[in-house]
């Protein structure tokens, strides 16, 4: 017998303190019987053969031969969490929906993902990201599932397969993984050009989020909501993160792909443990229902456009927090089914084509992900309001039907189940509103749907001059990874069509000529709310990395406490693992950490010299950067990573300089200050709510 199963059931806790899952007082098989032996199969004499009859053997390698499922075709790797949507109560003048009344609280579970990647990819990969959020209202589940770009990369769903194909690893050789840096996603993009907009956005910083708690949410798609009186208005969804839209940057994102995976991963999980619970109001852009589906020239039925918000102020009605982490990361956030179809009664669809395939597909889909049609049956999909739906059998029934008659009319149960009453002053089911439709049947595409570029461009313009340099940078590492020289070119030629400056740039450092301006459209007025720069935010779960030497440092344990009143997370980086002298718990050793954990650094003190024998180096190399005693390799990097990055480095005493001469910084340079212990937090908390210090970045060169 092992340890493990010697140890008391109540003795195993899981992290939130709960008592675990299989709680029974021994272990049973599948069908409950007791067993006494799990390590052992069942042979003949000590040595074998193994019998047939071993139940125990066949039944647990049986069921663990089929713990996989298909992963998702898109959106493979994601993050989910539980939480609570409070509604402001304001949007019952034009939308029934119940969920929206005056206070009115309902659960919810999101699910953020990456697109491109296979369920085991990193986490910090350029790609859109996923925003699926399913709300358990009593009027049955509403699902918004959205992404964090409010545009898409084709007009109609017919287009799914092939923009998905292209961005995919390539066939021949499955690579690359979870990257649209490679020949056919370029060569996909730069001929259907109503990709153009969403591959810009994905090319700035919103291609690689720092935080799944720092992205906006779109539901992307113009939806129609029915008033109380059965008034349509249509709209768009927005999610609004408190703590502000921020990136990482390119070189954080790499790294993180190979120190941390799962860098996005545990960042929300982390941050709902320590009670920085995230959170995002919810606001709706609203339009008139006027039989065009246009708002000032936007064709609102093209998902390829979003509207500014100069245009069409978004106005908040609800307020979500997610306060719960899964207890199993399958059986919800992997099982989780998702549908833009499950709608309540006040919230319905439009003609866009693209939000119409996706009504097929996502049903579709779980068929086989989920291995047949009861998957709603499944805990985390679950409607919580009682469902009466005369559904029967199929894979996986859990529920035991009573009754004769699963059909309608019957007399045999009594008539049930009976249809809803219409909502008083409703004149059709709130489902299913009666818009009127007609025209030839054909396969074309309105007018309107022929500009690529304008509001490419309009975007582009609307940033700063930082995120314009970073957005050159990814063209310029993406189409420097294309091999195919033709493919390139077509998609400068593409971003001539943007801005010149841009195709010149990006020209530049391909080695091409750059091409002549191509501008065709008009220059429509910037959004301020598109930049993520120059304004100040929460810094709610914030991570700090306190650099301290072998001891630790007079005051540690007081400057962590100020940090983490102030709200960030304080974590003492030390040459070795254990405890500092003030007993503070060391989180991370010089050799397990790097820089992409941290937003601020704080070097406390003088840190320990090269070659001192109870500091374990993982390398030889860089042993003999300087005599410095502040030049262990490891915290130099540390400095350097950080200083690149533009984040804060605070010093707490001269000493603290070594490490900063070692990494050959100046102490003059922006956000690098000297500050007593009495001040750290609050300087820190001031520097870090900008995100990063951004006179430190070159704007455009
Ligand atoms: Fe999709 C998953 C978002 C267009 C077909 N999609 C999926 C997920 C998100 C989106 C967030 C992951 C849900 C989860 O976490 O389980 N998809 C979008 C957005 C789109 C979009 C915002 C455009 C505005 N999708 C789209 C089209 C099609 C699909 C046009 C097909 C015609 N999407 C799927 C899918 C997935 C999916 C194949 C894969 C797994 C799943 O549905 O459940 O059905």
Same mark, same amino acid.
């Given at each position: 017998?092992?340890?493990?199963?010697?140890?008391?059931?109540?003795? @195993?806790?899981?992290?939130?303190?709960?008592?675990?899952?299989?709680?029974?007082?021994?272990?049973?098989?599948?069908?409950?019987?007791?067993?006494?032996?799990?390590?052992?199969?069942?042979?003949?004499?000590?040595?074998?053969?193994?019998?047939?009859?071993?139940?125990?053997?066949?039944?647990?390698?049986?069921?663990?031969?089929?713990?996989?499922?298909?992963?998702?075709?898109?959106?493979?790797?994601?993050?989910?969490?539980?939480?609570?949507?409070?509604?402001?109560?304001?949007?019952?003048?034009?939308?029934?929906?119940?969920?929206?009344?005056?206070?009115?609280?309902?659960?919810?579970?999101?699910?953020?993902?990456?697109?491109?990647?296979?369920?085991?990819?990193?986490?910090?990969?350029?790609?859109? @990201?996923?925003?699926?959020?399913?709300?358990?209202?009593?009027? $049955?589940? !509403?699902?918004?599932?959205?992404?964090?770009?409010?545009?898409?990369?084709?007009?109609?769903?017919?287009? !799914?397969?092939?923009?998905?194909?292209?961005?995919?690893?390539?066939?021949?050789?499955?690579?690359?993984?979870?990257?649209?840096?490679?020949?056919?996603?370029?060569?996909?993009?730069?001929?259907?050009?109503?990709?153009?907009?969403?591959?810009?956005?994905?090319?700035?910083?919103?291609? #690689?989020?720092?935080?799944? @708690?720092?992205?906006?949410?779109?539901?992307?798609?113009?939806?129609?909501?029915?008033?109380?009186?059965?008034?349509?208005?249509?709209?768009?969804?927005?999610? &609004?993160?408190?703590?502000?839209?921020?990136?990482?940057?390119?070189?954080?994102?790499?790294?993180?792909?190979?120190?941390?995976?799962?860098?996005?991963? @545990? /960042?929300?999980?982390?941050?709902?443990?320590?009670? %920085? !619970?995230?959170?995002?109001?919810?606001?709706?852009?609203?339009?008139?229902?006027?039989?065009?589906?246009?708002?000032? $020239? #936007?064709?609102?039925?093209?998902?390829?456009?979003?509207?500014?918000?100069?245009?069409?102020?978004?106005?908040?009605?609800?307020?979500?927090?997610? /306060?719960?982490?899964?207890?199993?990361?399958?059986?919800?956030?992997?099982?989780? +089914?998702?549908?833009?179809?499950?709608?309540?009664?006040?919230?319905?669809?439009?003609?866009?084509?693209?939000?119409?395939?996706?009504?097929?597909?996502?049903?579709?889909?779980?068929?086989?992900?989920?291995?047949?049609?009861?998957?709603?049956?499944?805990?985390?999909?679950?409607?919580?309001?009682?469902?009466?739906?005369?559904?029967?059998?199929? !894979?996986?029934?859990?529920?035991?039907?009573?009754?004769?008659?699963?059909?309608?009319?019957?007399?045999?149960?009594?008539?049930?189940?009976?249809?809803?009453? =219409?909502?008083?002053?409703?004149?059709?089911?709130?489902?299913?509103?009666?818009?009127?439709?007609?025209? +030839?049947?054909?396969?074309?595409?309105?007018?309107?749907?022929?500009?690529?570029?304008?509001?490419?461009?309009?975007?582009?313009?609307?940033?700063?001059?930082?995120?314009?340099?970073?957005?050159?940078?990814?063209?310029?590492?993406?189409?420097?990874?294309?091999?195919?020289?033709?493919?390139?070119?077509?998609?400068?030629?593409?971003?001539?069509?943007?801005?010149?400056?841009?195709?010149?740039?990006?020209?530049?450092?391909? $080695?091409?000529?750059?091409?002549?301006?191509? =501008?065709?459209?008009?220059?429509?007025?910037?959004?301020?709310?598109?930049?993520?720069?120059?304004?100040?935010?929460?810094?709610?779960?914030?991570? #700090? $990395?306190?650099?301290?030497?072998?001891?630790?440092?007079?005051?540690?344990?007081?400057?962590?406490? %100020?940090?983490?009143? &102030?709200?960030?997370?304080?974590? #003492?980086?030390?040459?070795?693992?254990?405890?500092?002298?003030?007993?503070?718990?060391?989180?991370?050793?010089?050799?397990?950490?790097?820089?992409?954990?941290?937003?601020?650094?704080?070097?406390?003190?003088?840190?320990?010299?090269?070659?001192?024998?109870?500091?374990? =180096?993982?390398? &030889?190399?860089?042993?003999?950067?300087?005599?410095?005693?502040?030049?262990?390799?490891?915290?130099?990097?540390?400095?350097?990573?950080?200083?690149?990055?533009? &984040?804060?480095?605070?010093?707490?005493?001269? %000493?603290?300089?070594?490490?900063?001469?070692?990494?050959?910084?100046?102490?003059?340079?922006?956000?690098?200050?000297?500050?007593?212990?009495?001040? =750290?937090?609050?300087?820190?908390?001031?520097?870090?709510?900008?995100?990063?210090?951004?006179?430190?970045?070159?704007?455009?060169?």
């Amino acid at each position: 017998m092992t340890n493990e199963s010697a140890h008391p059931t109540e003795s @195993r806790k899981n992290r939130e303190g709960k008592a675990p899952s299989q709680s029974a007082e021994h272990l049973t098989t599948s069908q409950g019987s007791p067993l006494s032996d799990t390590d052992h199969s069942l042979k003949v004499g000590e040595r074998g053969p193994i019998l047939l009859q071993d139940h125990h053997l066949r039944e647990k390698i049986m069921h663990f031969d089929h713990e996989r499922i298909p992963e998702r075709v898109v959106h493979a790797r994601g993050a989910g969490a539980h939480g609570t949507f409070t509604s402001y109560g304001n949007a019952g003048d034009f939308c029934a929906a119940d969920f929206l009344k005056p206070g009115k609280q309902t659960e919810v579970f999101v699910r953020f993902s990456t697109v491109a990647g296979s369920r085991g990819s990193m986490d910090t990969a350029r790609d859109t @990201r996923g925003f699926a959020t399913k709300f358990y209202t009593d009027e $049955g589940v !509403f699902d918004l599932v959205g992404n964090n770009i409010p545009v898409f990369f084709i007009q109609d769903g017919m287009k !799914f397969p092939d923009v998905v194909h292209a961005v995919k690893p390539e066939p021949d050789r499955e690579i690359p993984q979870a990257q649209s840096a490679h020949n056919t996603f370029w060569d996909f993009v730069s001929l259907h050009t109503p990709a153009q907009a969403h591959t810009l956005w994905n090319m700035s910083d919103r291609g #690689i989020p720092r935080s799944y @708690r720092m992205m906006e949410g779109f539901g992307v798609h113009t939806f129609r909501l029915i008033g109380p009186e059965g008034k349509p208005s249509l709209v768009k969804f927005h999610w &609004k993160p408190k703590l502000g839209v921020h990136s990482l940057t390119w070189e954080e994102a790499q790294l993180a792909g190979g120190a941390d995976p799962d860098f996005h991963r @545990r /960042d929300l999980a982390d941050a709902i443990e320590a009670g %920085a !619970f995230p959170e995002w109001e919810l606001g709706v852009q609203l339009f008139e229902d006027d039989g065009t589906a246009t708002f000032q $020239g #936007i064709d609102l039925l093209d998902p390829t456009k979003f509207v500014p918000e100069g245009l069409a102020p978004v106005q908040l009605i609800g307020k979500m927090v997610l /306060d719960r982490n899964p207890s199993n990361y399958f059986a919800e956030t992997e099982q989780v +089914a998702f549908h833009p179809g499950h709608l309540v009664p006040g919230i319905d669809i439009t003609d866009d084509p693209l939000l119409q395939a996706r009504l097929f597909s996502y049903l579709d889909t779980q068929l086989t992900r989920l291995g047949g049609p009861n998957f709603s049956q499944i805990p985390v999909n679950q409607p919580k309001n009682p469902v009466n739906d005369m559904f029967r059998d199929g !894979f996986h029934q859990h529920n035991i039907h009573e009754g004769v008659a699963p059909y309608q009319p019957n007399s045999l149960d009594g008539g049930c189940p009976f249809m809803a009453d =219409l909502a008083e002053g409703q004149s059709f089911p709130a489902l299913e509103y009666p818009q009127e439709t007609s025209g +030839a049947k054909k396969r074309s595409e309105p007018v309107s749907f022929s500009d690529h570029y304008s509001q490419a461009r309009l975007f582009y313009r609307s940033l700063s001059a930082q995120e314009r340099e970073h957005i050159k940078q990814a063209y310029s590492f993406e189409l420097g990874k294309c091999t195919d020289a033709a493919i390139r070119e077509r998609q400068v030629q593409c971003l001539a069509e943007i801005d010149g400056d841009l195709a010149a740039s990006v020209a530049t450092a391909l $080695g091409l000529e750059a091409p002549a301006a191509q =501008l065709d459209v008009e220059d429509l007025p910037t959004s301020s709310a598109l930049s993520q720069i120059g304004s100040s935010w929460p810094v709610d779960g914030r991570q #700090i $990395g306190i650099v301290v030497g072998l001891r630790g440092y007079p005051q540690d344990r007081a400057l962590a406490e %100020a940090i983490s009143a &102030k709200g960030m997370t304080p974590l #003492i980086v030390a040459p070795h693992a254990g405890a500092t002298d003030s007993g503070l718990e060391i989180d991370r050793t010089y050799f397990t950490t790097r820089s992409i954990e941290f937003d601020a650094l704080v070097l406390a003190g003088a840190l320990p010299p090269v070659g001192d024998a109870r500091v374990p =180096l993982d390398t &030889k190399a860089g042993a003999d950067v300087s005599d410095s005693p502040a030049a262990d390799p490891r915290v130099v990097l540390l400095v350097q990573e950080a200083y690149r990055q533009s &984040k804060p480095i605070l010093c707490l005493d001269e %000493a603290s300089f070594g490490a900063l001469s070692a990494a050959g910084i100046a102490g003059e340079a922006p956000g690098v200050e000297l500050v007593d212990a009495q001040a =750290l937090a609050g300087t820190l908390a001031e520097l870090v709510a900008a995100h990063r210090v951004w006179g430190r970045f070159p704007a455009e060169g």
